[in-house]
């Protein structure tokens, strides 16, 4: 976009040095020719004020766009890792009452194995 922006100052000046030069060589009085000179050049600061304008609202429209795109792809993006922590998060906490329910049934076994040696030891 900075190379239009160039193109155009290029374009608007070269138009502008161009029909001073013209008026310059023109046949009329020095005081016609000034005024021609005053009006072109006040055509051409219109001119280029509108194009600088344009092009400013056309990159500020092009930033919002793009601000809106990657704001978008951020929520996508973060939602998603929400939901694989979610499914981490589940797996983790299916697999801690897995290991909860092994260990009381190791400690179960424990105790059973306990009263089992204490009923030995009392029959012997």
């Given at each position: 976009m900075a190379n239009t922006g160039s193109t155009l100052?290029?374009?608007i000046t070269g138009a502008a040095?161009?029909?001073?030069?013209?008026?310059?060589?023109a046949p009329e009085s020095g005081e016609e020719t000034r005024k021609?000179?005053?009006?072109?050049?006040?055509?051409?600061?219109k001119n280029f004020n509108k194009k600088y304008k344009e092009t400013s609202s056309n990159l500020s429209?092009?930033?919002?766009?793009?601000?809106?795109?990657f704001e978008?792809?951020?929520?996508?993006?973060?939602?998603?890792?929400?939901?694989?922590?979610?499914?981490?998060?589940s797996a983790m906490?299916?697999?801690?009452?897995?290991?909860?329910?092994?260990?009381?049934k190791l400690q179960k076994?424990?105790?059973?194995?306990?009263?089992k040696a204490k009923a030995n030891k009392a029959v012997v």
């Amino acid at each position: 976009m900075a190379n239009t922006g160039s193109t155009l100052l290029a374009l608007i000046t070269g138009a502008a040095i161009g029909a001073g030069i013209g008026m310059l060589y023109a046949p009329e009085s020095g005081e016609e020719t000034r005024k021609k000179i005053r009006e072109e050049s006040d055509k051409a600061q219109k001119n280029f004020n509108k194009k600088y304008k344009e092009t400013s609202s056309n990159l500020s429209e092009k930033a919002k766009k793009a601000r809106h795109d990657f704001e978008t792809r951020l929520e996508e993006t973060l939602s998603s890792a929400s939901y694989k922590a979610d499914d981490i998060l589940s797996a983790m906490e299916a697999k801690l009452e897995e290991l909860r329910k092994q260990n009381a049934k190791l400690q179960k076994d424990s105790k059973t194995e306990e009263v089992k040696a204490k009923a030995n030891k009392a029959v012997v």
